[in-house]
């Protein structure tokens, strides 16, 4: 049997602009695919169910193609992706708890982020069941002298509801389980039946701190869907597509946010090994970029200021002043901060060699952002799968395998530092024009796919229209999905003291976690 991604036709990266196409395959193509990702020849980029099937996301990372094959669903049950490739697990769970599908042989039957209280407000299906009320079941850690030590999910400051179950022998983590999805959003049955303005919204509500991310994969996707050409130059007519100056907005904003979270996280990582003045140095240029957001786009965060056909906010000259007056000062006062973090023996005792998360679970659970670039994963989806302006634009993609604490610090430092070039280009060359586009009616049921590196990495919005272009299915994927377990695997062996170290170095979303 040839290589699924070859079987399938797998689409070129040009699916950018165009509807998604999807083929139903069989299941021992399904069982294929598994094999493939298991096997490193594919990578998984997510799994969800619609009406009667489960699609499956797949990155061909050889030839930088995506594709999505779905497989019927007969009975109520499906073929477990989760028995051959572990990152799917979690997935698979979601999907009992939202749609009452069954994964045959998945080696996790538990629920995962339904914990028996969501009545019937959270599912999109009728026949899934309520999670039963009996205590959730942590697995099992046998041998001498063990303790367990239960943290959350409630937690201090504004940290979002989480439980850690730690398993040590004396002060040793021989296990970590994690559980999540507490804030019961109910996001994915928000966007049944929701327009595409609310659906919108909706996105860039799915993770707070990646709004921008999250805003410009849905318009990506609701754009592809509808067939919209890209980089619609001045005096284009209705339905031409996004404006040429709206992309390379976008793409201020995105770097803006990039910056503005790398920064927090430097600052935040030294202050949970006790070096506060990173954190206060760090956030108040943190606090720099916010506030040239908000200058900028009328919002600190850039909330709701990406809409399907463009922006909704132009850059004025006093705008883009100030942005100029923000990279100096970063580029000015930042070296500092990374020459005292290089500099401080007990720092850099406390990252170095700490959380170490190995080079080929990075790869085999496709790790995005900084937790796989710090370990050997060299992807990101500006470069890899490119989308405008990013196609236009040069930049270096930084890249360690030490894998630990230290390791994820140098990523953010170099990438802060690309994201202050990529923000100067974007000024340099930013086109006149309009900002926004209308887009062309949906006239008949389609889809598309978005897929935006976010600061945490690649954010994966899909979804489905209805001809009268209200939403009939959205699904969107955190890069958190395939960060959280690795969170697990690097804290064995640790202190429980080094814990906060490594969560922080990963900082993954709960928010972008719970569906």
Known sequence: MPQIAEMIDIAPAAFRGQPMPRRTVTAAQWDQAAGEAAGGTLTLLSLWATQGAVQMALLDPARRTVGIIGIDVRGGKFPSV??????????????????????????????????????DRHRLSMAA?????????????????????????????????????????????????????????GIDALMQGATIARGAEL????????????????AQAVEAALGAALGAGPGAGPGAGVPERALWL???????????????????????AAFAMMLAHCGILRERVLRTADLCFGHRFMRDRIVPGGVTHDLTPDGEAALHALLAEVGRKFPRLVALYDTTPSLLDRTVSTGRLKPELAARFGAGGHVGRASGRDFDTRRDLAYAPYDRLEFRVPVLDAGDVNARVWIRIEEIRESLALIAECLRRMPAGPIFADLPAAGAAREGLGLVESFRGDVLVWLMLEADGTIARCHMRDPSWFQWPLLEAVIENNIIADFPLCNKSFNCSYSGHDL
């Open 250 to 272: 976008r793409a201020l904003m995105a770097e803006l946010e990039r910056l503005a979270n790398h920064l927090g996280d430097v600052g935040a990582i030294c202050n949970d």
């Open 129 to 185: 069941q309520a999670a039963s009320h009996v205590a959730y079941e942590f697995l099992p850690v046998e041998g001498e002298s063990l303790h367990q030590v239960p943290v959350g999910p409630v937690h201090a400051g504004i940290i979002e509801p989480g439980h850690f179950r730690f398993t040590a022998q004396g002060e040793t983590v021989v296990r970590l389980e994690e559980r999540l999805g507490y804030v019961h959003k």
């Open 82 to 119: 989760g028995r051959l490739h572990a990152p799917a697990q979690r997935l698979e769970r979601t999907i009992r708890d939202l749609h009452g599908l069954i994964p045959e042989d998945a080696p996790d039957a538990r629920p995962w982020l339904d914990h028996g209280r969501w009545g």
């Open 203 to 218: 996105a860039g509500r799915t993770s707070g701190d990646s709004t921008v991310a999250y805003a410009w994969a849905f």
